[in-house]
C-alpha cells in the first residue's frame, strides 16, 4: 500500500463539541477545501465568516424527522465510502453525482453528559447518536482514502501535518480508524449499560461492557519489568478517579492501587477517621474526637509498617493533623479536602503526594468489582455488607459489653478491608493488632500478636496493646488455636462470622476463659 500524501479538497463536518472548530475550519479553507456541515456547527463557522455549504443543499434532501435524519443518504456515504483507486466505484459515482468527501470530522450527541445530569429517558433517547457513528464508521472503514477525525484533541496533529503536506499519510489515517473505532465502540457500550439498567435489576449481566478511558499512562506497573495505565470509568464516584494531586511526585500503579484501598477503607467511618495502607493492606486505623486523635491512634498501630505508606483521612485535612504526618515519610496522602494551613504544611516535603476528592465515596454504593483471569474475567458485586448491632449473636455464656460491641463493630469493619486470612485486635475503637494474608488463621492471629508486642516494648508498656481489646476475624475460625492465640493476647471479646464445624469447640475455648464471643453471619473475604 502506497505511503503517498493524499490530498483533502472536500471535508464534512458535524461536531457537538466545537472546541477548536474554527481553527480547524480556517486552516482547511485556506488550503482550498471545501466544508460541508450540518445545523450547529453550519451556523458556528458562518459566525465566525467562514464558507460553508449545508448538507441538505449538497444532497439535493433536506432534513427530516426533527432532525433525525440529515447525512443518512447516497450522497454523502456513497462519497465517503467510494474507493478512489476502484474504477467501478468512480464509475458510479459519476452516475449518480456523487463527490467523494476526503475528510470526516465528527463527534457525537452527548448521551453520557446527559444521563449523568439526571435527564428524564425520552431526553436521554433523543441524545443517541445514530448518524454520526455511521459516518465515523464509514470514514474509518475506508481509511485509504478518507481521514476521520472524532475529537479536538486530534485537530492539532492534524493540522500540523495537514499544513506541512497538504495531505495525510495511509499510516497517519490507519491511525485516526482505530482511534474512531475505539471512540464508536466506548459511546455504544455507554448506552448499551444504560439499557441494561433501566430494564432489569440483573447486577451480573449476559454481555460484559467495559467502558473507560485512559486517564493517563504510569511509569510502570507492579515492577518496573510491566506496563501500566490508569483508565477512568465513566460513572462518577469520588475517589481516586476523581482526585486532584496538589502535589508530588508522579502516581505510579502501587501507589493509585493502595490509596484506592486506604480511602475505600477510611469511608466506612463517620467519625473523624484516619486509615494507614502498606501493600493494599490496613496497618493502622482509628476513629477518634478528632483527626489528630484519629491519626495519632492508628499510626501507632504499626508504626514500622506506616513507614513509607499511604494516609487516607474522611475529613478535610487540618494544619495540626499535616504537621504530626509529615514527621515521618510518607507517599501518599488522601483527604476529601485540606485547609491552607495544612497545604503549606505538606508544601515543604516535596516528594509528598498529596490529593484532594473533594468528596468520600459511599460504602454502599453497588459497583462491580471486576477481575482478569486467564481467557476471562471474575465479575462480583462490591463487598457493602455491614453489620450492625442488631445483627450479632452472642453464642458464649458472657455477654459483651457496650465497649466491647462498639470496639466489635468497628474491627469487623476493617477487617473487610484486609486480605484475608484476615484478623483485627482494636481497643477503643483503634487498631493494636493487624494480622494479613495468611494461609492460616491462627498464624494472622500470631502475627498481629506479635506485632502488638513489639509496638508495646518501644512504648516501654508493660502489656501488649491487645490486653483488653476485641479481636475481629473475616471468616469462622475453623480451630480453637486461633482462640487460644487471641485469649494469649489478652483479648476479651471475639467476632466473626461462624459457621464451622467445630464451632462448638471454638465456643468452649471461649466460655472457659470468660471471653464474649458474637457470630454475624455474613463473611468478608478479600483476596
Not at 458535524?14 to 456547527?41: F, R
Not at 496538589?246 to 477510611?266: M, R
Request: hydrophobic share 40%; charged share 20%.
Amino acid at each position: 500500500m502506497s505511503q503517498a500524501v493524499k490530498p483533502i479538497q472536500r471535508a464534512l463536518i458535524s461536531v457537538s463539541d466545537k472546541t477548536g472548530l474554527i481553527e480547524l475550519a480556517q486552516a482547511l479553507v485556506e488550503n482550498q477545501c471545501e466544508i460541508l456541515s450540518t445545523g450547529g456547527s453550519a451556523r458556528v463557522l458562518r459566525e465566525a465568516g467562514i464558507a460553508v455549504k449545508d448538507v441538505s443543499d449538497h444532497t439535493g434532501f433536506p432534513e427530516i424527522l426533527d432532525g433525525r435524519v440529515k447525512t443518512l443518504v447516497p450522497q454523502i456515504h456513497g462519497g465517503i465510502l467510494g474507493q478512489r483507486a476502484n474504477t467501478h466505484h468512480i464509475q458510479q459515482m459519476k452516475e449518480h453525482n456523487i463527490s467523494p468527501i476526503d475528510l470526516v470530522c465528527v463527534n457525537l450527541y452527548p448521551f453520557e453528559q446527559t444521563v449523568l445530569s439526571g435527564a428524564g429517558k425520552e431526553e436521554c433517547i433523543e441524545n443517541i447518536d445514530i448518524g454520526g457513528p455511521a459516518l465515523i464508521r464509514a470514514a474509518a472503514k475506508n481509511h485509504e482514502d478518507v481521514v476521520v477525525l472524532t475529537e479536538p484533541a486530534q485537530y492539532k496533529e492534524f493540522l500540523e501535518i495537514f499544513t506541512s503536506s497538504y495531505g495525510t499519510t495511509l499510516a497517519q489515517r490507519r491511525q485516526w480508524a482505530g482511534k474512531a473505532y475505539a471512540f464508536t465502540a466506548l459511546y455504544d457500550a455507554t448506552i448499551a449499560e444504560w439499557f441494561a439498567k433501566g430494564q432489569h435489576d440483573d447486577e451480573l449481566p449476559k454481555t460484559l461492557f467495559i467502558h473507560a478511558q485512559r486517564e493517563h499512562l504510569l511509569r510502570y506497573g507492579e515492577n518496573p519489568h510491566q506496563k501500566a495505565a490508569f483508565y477512568r470509568k465513566s460513572a462518577f464516584s469520588f475517589g481516586v478517579a476523581s482526585a486532584r494531586q496538589l502535589q508530588g511526585k508522579e502516581l505510579s500503579y502501587n501507589n493509585i492501587n493502595d490509596t484506592n484501598a486506604a480511602f475505600e477503607a477510611v469511608a466506612e467511618f463517620d467519625e473523624p477517621a484516619v486509615v494507614v495502607v502498606k501493600h493494599a493492606n490496613p496497618c493502622g486505623v482509628a476513629v477518634s474526637h478528632s483527626l489528630l486523635s484519629a491519626w495519632e491512634l492508628a499510626y501507632r498501630c504499626d508504626p514500622v509498617s506506616a513507614f513509607g505508606g499511604i494516609v487516607a483521612t474522611n475529613r478535610s485535612l487540618d494544619e495540626k493533623t499535616a504537621l504530626s504526618l509529615s514527621e515521618i515519610f510518607t507517599e501518599v496522602v488522601i483527604a476529601p479536602d485540606i485547609t491552607e494551613e495544612a497545604q503549606a504544611v505538606l508544601q515543604k516535603k516535596k516528594n509528598l503526594r498529596v490529593l484532594v476528592t473533594g468528596g468520600m465515596p459511599d460504602p454502599a454504593r453497588t459497583d462491580r468489582v471486576l477481575h482478569s483471569v486467564s481467557g476471562g474475567f471474575l465479575l462480583q458485586s462490591q463487598d457493602n455488607g455491614i453489620v450492625g448491632e442488631d445483627d450479632l449473636k452472642t453464642v458464649t455464656k458472657r455477654k459483651p459489653t457496650l465497649q466491647e460491641v462498639q470496639d466489635m463493630l468497628f474491627a469487623f469493619k476493617v477487617c473487610k478491608h484486609v486480605k484475608s486470612n484476615a484478623i483485627v485486635y482494636a481497643k477503643d475503637k483503634a487498631t493494636v493488632g493487624i494480622g494479613a494474608g495468611q494461609m492460616s488463621r491462627v498464624d494472622s492471629v500470631r502475627i498481629a500478636l506479635n506485632k502488638s508486642r513489639e509496638v508495646s516494648s518501644k512504648l516501654h508498656l508493660p502489656d501488649p496493646l491487645t490486653k483488653g481489646s476485641v479481636v475481629a476475624s473475616d471468616a469462622f475460625f475453623p480451630f480453637a488455636d486461633g482462640v487460644m492465640t487471641a485469649i494469649e493476647a489478652g483479648a476479651t471479646a471475639i467476632i466473626q462470622p461462624g459457621g464451622s464445624i467445630r464451632d462448638q469447640e471454638v465456643i468452649d475455648a471461649a466460655n472457659k476463659a470468660n471471653l464474649a464471643m458474637v457470630f454475624t453471619g455474613m463473611r468478608h473475604f478479600r483476596h
